[in-house]
């Protein structure tokens, strides 16, 4: 039955493909290549945030040959409740990893970071490609696996852990209107030695804990 449902849905994409190739007077859109991208939804995201860029900036000093420099964290002037908390988890995680960070500024390397928060007017829908196609195959692994060829269980395996992947998404709450754009700079006077940038979403409701406090508050107005 399998090999069959295959035979199917290769020769639907193929109608697909053919019917595409008629010409059009301007570009068509497409969607980018299915990419995940993490919703930061609590303190203890933002430990997480600096525990990865720790990591990873510690790991291209050590390339760089500048592993044994000493450190000094910068706070960002008007700093908000995520800089001041982000400021005190990446000196912790320092720390931790054994280097040795100055509170002065003094001749250490500087790690700086910023913020951005991006926000979003278009539907923010929460599309799970393949959902249903998804699901049914997690079905066909479910049952009848028992007796069927390697090949066979290991695309039931693939479709079990579609219909996770498609439960985890839900779980998120999915995509929100609202990014943060988080760059971490470690830097020698007037040179960059490393650069990370990252985006994460966040909820709206959560959007002024980015913002500095100089900012007016958001709030969202509802109809009656």
């Given at each position: 039955?399998?090999?069959k ?16 190739c ?72 320092l720390?931790?990893s ?29 599309f799970v ?92 107005v509802?109809?009656?």
């Amino acid at each position: 039955m399998i090999p069959k449902i295959l035979k199917l849905l290769v020769f639907g994409a193929g109608t697909v493909f053919l019917v595409g190739c008629a010409t059009s007077p301007i570009p068509v859109s497409e969607n980018f290549p299915l990419t995940v991208q993490p919703k930061v939804r609590s303190a203890g995201h933002w430990n997480l945030l600096a525990k990865d860029v720790v990591a990873q900036t510690l790991d291209t000093l050590n390339k760089g040959g500048g592993s044994s420099n000493e450190l000094y964290v910068a706070l960002p002037a008007n700093a908000s409740t995520f800089d001041k908390a982000f400021h005190e988890f990446l000196i912790t995680e320092l720390v931790r990893s054994g280097r040795t960070v100055d509170k002065a500024p003094g001749n250490a390397l500087q790690v700086s970071y910023q913020t951005q928060v991006v926000y979003h007017k278009s539907p923010r829908p929460n599309f799970v490609p393949g959902k249903f196609t998804m699901i049914t195959a997690g079905l066909y692994a479910m049952y009848g696996l028992r007796f069927e060829h390697l090949d066979t269980k290991l695309a039931g395996g693939l479709g079990l852990a579609a219909v996770a992947d498609t439960i985890a998404s839900i779980d998120s709450g999915g995509p929100t209107h609202t990014e943060l754009i988080l760059t971490t700079t470690v830097s020698d006077g007037g040179r960059y030695l490393t650069r990370k940038t990252d985006i994460y979403y966040i909820e709206e409701m959560d959007t002024n804990l980015m913002l500095p406090p100089s900012w007016p508050k958001l709030m969202k107005v509802v109809g009656s």
